[in-house]
Nanobody, 120 residues
Framework: VQLQASGGGSVQPGGSLRLSCVVT????????MAWYRQAPGKERELVAR???????SYADSVKGRFTISRNNAKNTVDLQMNSLKPEDTAVYYC???????????????WGQGTLVTVSS
């Protein structure tokens, strides 16, 4: 099982970026999917989470600016980031809580990280 993230880059303050992540490999089911980020010198933090049914939650710092969405048929999760600020600069990681087989326990899987830089 692999999570492949894409879409990072450099943008000016106020700009937008869209991150995408696809889960590949043999899996039985995916529960929650999420995006985390880690800024230099800081701990990894949860940015946004979406359940299988589409219920979303966001960190206070990104509410109203970021939107998380998923496509259950394609095993993808996206993060639309608008009105970006310098403090959004970080490496962003996608995360999926999934079962590889019917009777397996749920396990967290992580993507490789994609860098987002917000700077003028």
């Amino acid at each position: 099982v692999q999570l492949q993230a894409s879409g990072g880059g450099s943008v000016q303050p106020g700009g937008s970026l869209r991150l995408s992540c696809v889960v590949t490999g043999s899996i039985f089911s995916i529960d929650d999917m999420a995006w985390y980020r880690q800024a230099p010198g800081k701990e990894r933090e949860l940015v946004a989470r979406v359940s299988t049914g589409g219920v979303t939650s966001y960190a206070d710092s990104v509410k109203g600016r970021f939107t998380i969405s998923r496509n259950n048929a394609k095993n993808t999760v996206d993060l639309q980031m608008n009105s970006l600020k310098p403090e959004d600069t970080a490496v962003y990681y996608c995360n999926a809580d999934l079962r590889r087989r019917l009777f397996d326990s749920r396990t967290d899987y992580w993507g490789q990280g994609t860098l987002v830089t917000v700077s003028s």
